[in-house]
């Protein structure tokens, strides 16, 4: 992405925080604006935050500069994509980076930890492949009812991990699954991912997951997406596209 204002943040440490230590800067750091990302649809900023010893790059996201969707409430995205970050550190996958909501100098938002992709990586390449972290991260987005999964919202980083961002239009009480890693639809899924959603489940039933949940989304939403989860668990196999909504985001990169 391209930042309005400064280009890179010097003198961070960001992606050597392990994440309780990502969390608690995000959440406890002064937050400084740096650039704006020119390409998102909504008001996406650039920033540096610092706590004491610590300091990294990060996306912070405010609610006032959300333009309004037809098919979700005004004023929830941000809290969608910290509820995506909840369920993701429940699957122990890794899939978003550190994300909090909090107050910033254009008010409540989303902020996420900044993470720098492998601009080596042939996105397209990718996005068609069968890598392992992708087979994952479909079974994250089939869970979250991710509306708007393109291939640029993959982060590739050289050790052959990707990280998943973009995560604010998820959670809809309708199927609005839409997504450009379809390779696995009606594919057994993997025991380990079975695992996890049967960790998913109870979480999101009777544990943490679900009082956050709760906080963030509508009790509707909540009920939806363990409804997701048991549908999963109980068909055992990938999602097949909708027949009612288009299967893939345009533009799908």
Same mark, same amino acid.
């Given at each position: ?6 280009a890179s943040i010097s ?20 937050? &400084? ?5 020119? *390409? %998102? $649809?909504?008001?996406?900023? @650039? ?5 004491? &010893?610590?300091? %990294? ?9 959300? =333009? #309004? ?8 995205? %941000?809290?969608? *994509?910290?509820?995506? @970050?909840?369920?993701?550190?429940? $699957? ?6 550190? $994300?909090?909501?909090?107050?910033? /100098? ?12 492998? /601009? *080596? $990586?042939?996105?397209?390449?990718? !996005?068609?492949?069968?890598? /392992?972290?992708?087979?994952? !991260?479909? +079974?994250?987005?089939?869970? +979250? ?12 980083? /050289?050790?052959?991990?990707? @990280? ?14 839409r997504t450009v890693l379809w ?6 899924? #993997?025991?380990?991912?079975?695992? +996890? ?23 509707? *939403? ?8 048991? =549908? ?22």
């Amino acid at each position: 992405m391209t930042a309005e204002g400064e280009a890179s943040i010097s003198d961070v440490d960001g992606p050597g925080l392990d994440d309780a230590a990502a969390m608690r800067l995000l959440r406890e750091g002064t937050l &400084e604006v740096a650039g704006r990302l020119v *390409e %998102a $649809t909504n008001m996406t900023l @650039y920033c540096s935050i610092r706590n004491g &010893e610590h300091a %990294a790059a990060c996306v912070y996201k405010p609610v006032r500069g959300e =333009r #309004p969707l037809w098919d979700f409430p005004d004023g929830t995205l %941000a809290a969608r *994509e910290v509820a995506a @970050y909840e369920v993701a550190a429940v $699957t122990g996958w890794r899939i978003v980076p550190p $994300t909090v909501y909090r107050d910033g /100098p254009f008010g409540p938002g989303m902020v996420q930890l900044w993470i720098d992709a492998d /601009p *080596e $990586t042939d996105l397209m390449a990718l !996005m068609r492949s069968r890598n /392992p972290a992708l087979r994952r !991260m479909a +079974v994250f987005d089939a869970v +979250v009812n991710n509306a708007d999964r393109k291939g640029g919202h993959l982060l590739p980083l /050289p050790d052959g991990h990707v @990280y998943g961002v973009d995560h604010g239009v998820c959670f809809a009480v309708e199927d609005k699954l839409r997504t450009v890693l379809w390779q696995w639809r009606g594919k057994t899924l #993997p025991r380990e991912a079975v695992n +996890v959603l049967v960790r998913l489940e109870r979480e999101i039933e009777r544990g943490r997951l679900g009082r956050r949940l709760r906080e963030l989304l509508t009790q509707a *939403e909540v009920e939806a997406t363990w409804e997701r989860v048991k =549908r999963l668990l109980a068909t055992g196999v990938h999602p097949h596209p909708s027949e009612d909504w288009p299967a893939i985001p345009w533009p799908p990169i």
